[in-house]
T-cell receptor, first 113, second 115 residues
Framework: KNQVEQSPQSLIILEGKNCTLQ??????????LRWYKQDTGRGPVSLTI?????NTKSNGRYTATLDADTKQSSLHITASQLSDSASYICVVTTMEYGNKLVFGAGTILRVKS | DTEVTQTPKHLVMGMTNKKSLKCEQH?????MYWYKQKAKKPPELMFVYSYEKLSINESVPSRFSPECPNSSLLNLHLHALQPEDSALYLC??????????????FGNGTRLTVT
């Protein structure tokens, strides 16, 4: 069954600290993996997209990694800011059924001052 | 601000009402989507329009009726909804349907409450 699992479910960190969010997937066949940030009451915003041949991709203080062999991805946030408080959603695209997005449940991050 | 505009931002409707949600993008994207998101859950795909034609309907009840009048507009017509249909309804668009170079651009959603 195509699944995307994220951990931790929620996380609280102090402003300025780094953190890493995890995403494991069983989706097959794999097309690409996306990380989205969703602020409360707003739509998700794309952070990164990676195919199986890409190991790492950065977007400012956000760095995503992908290990297509172990089917694991991580999102590393450097020098966290209060505005990083949001839900971070891992989404894997499968070429089955004409490119279908499989969403993880998200990690809720709260950055405290 | 998002480049996908959804109206209204909030909507409260009774179970006998008929209402419509609207979505607009002017990025020249040829794929548009409706998602439903319940609290603390990921978005669930409802419909996909590809080049203004309905390409995916995820077995959505007929009380939800999508419409794509042109490549920039997407509507969701609502009729005889149930309280459990209360959710955040997200519209999204992409340059082409779900390819590598086409990230989804989401609107900020319509918060729907059915009383």
């Amino acid at each position: 069954k195509n699944q995307v699992e994220q951990s931790p479910q929620s996380l609280i960190i102090l402003e300025g600290k780094n953190c890493t969010l995890q995403c494991n997937y069983t989706v097959s066949p794999f097309s690409n993996l996306r990380w989205y940030k969703q602020d409360t009451g707003r739509g998700p915003v794309s952070l990164t997209i990676m195919t199986f041949s890409e190991n790492t991709k950065s977007n400012g203080r956000y760095t995503a990694t992908l290990d297509a062999d172990t089917k694991q991805s991580s999102l590393h946030i450097t020098a966290s800011q209060l505005s990083d408080s949001a839900s971070y959603i891992c989404v894997v695209t499968t070429m089955e059924y004409g490119n279908k997005l499989v969403f993880g449940a998200g990690t809720i991050l709260r950055v405290k001052s | 601000d998002t480049e996908v505009t959804q109206t209204p931002k909030h909507l409260v409707m009774g179970m006998t009402n008929k209402k419509s949600l609207k979505c607009e993008q002017h990025m020249g994207h040829r794929a548009m989507y409706w998602y439903k998101q319940k609290a603390k859950k990921p978005p669930e795909l409802m419909f996909v329009y590809s080049y203004e034609k309905l390409s995916i309907n995820e077995s959505v009840p007929s009380r939800f009726s999508p419409e794509c009048p042109n490549s920039s507009l997407l509507n969701l017509h609502l009729h005889a909804l149930q309280p459990e249909d209360s959710a955040l309804y997200l519209c999204a668009s992409s340059q082409v349907p779900l390819s590598y170079n086409s990230p989804l651009h989401f609107g900020n959603g319509t918060r729907l409450t059915v009383t």
